[in-house]
């Protein structure tokens, strides 16, 4: 129903940056809200950050405020992460996801997943 792919993963320096990018098609108007979610190896899945259809909401995990800025385009139905101050703790396998509703969004659960894209960041 909603395809996602990631793009922009890549090897980074401690203190660079990096802008991922989600490209999403299929029955877009079905979705509600966005997200961005990342796993590091040997851990759970993390909920980085999330936005509304509309752009005016937003949500960050603590560990990324200040650092990490979410948007959209939807006019051309992409989603991004811009990604500042990066540190070796971000290293993760990032994920975007669309929720099928409001009602889903607001509880942070999404219907479709991209299939991830690798951020390495050294130290």
């Known amino acids: 129903q909603v395809q996602l792919v990631e793009s922009g993963g890549g090897l980074v320096q401690a203190g660079g940056s990096l802008r991922l990018s989600c490209a999403a098609s299929?029955?877009?108007?079905?979705?509600?809200?966005m997200g961005w979610f990342r796993r590091a190896r040997g851990k759970e899945r993390q909920f980085v950050a999330a936005i509304s259809r509309s752009g005016s909401i937003r949500y960050y995990v603590d560990s990324v405020k200040g650092r990490f800025t979410i948007s959209t385009d939807n006019a051309k139905n992409m989603v991004y992460l811009q990604m500042n101050s990066l540190k070796p703790e971000d290293t993760a396998v990032y994920y975007c996801?669309?929720?099928?509703?409001?009602?889903?969004?607001?509880?942070?659960?999404?219907?479709?997943w991209g299939q991830g894209t690798q951020v390495t960041v050294s130290s």
């Open positions: 299929g029955r877009t108007f079905s979705s509600y809200g």
């Open positions: 996801a669309a929720a099928a509703g409001r009602d889903r969004w607001s509880r942070n659960e999404y219907d479709y």
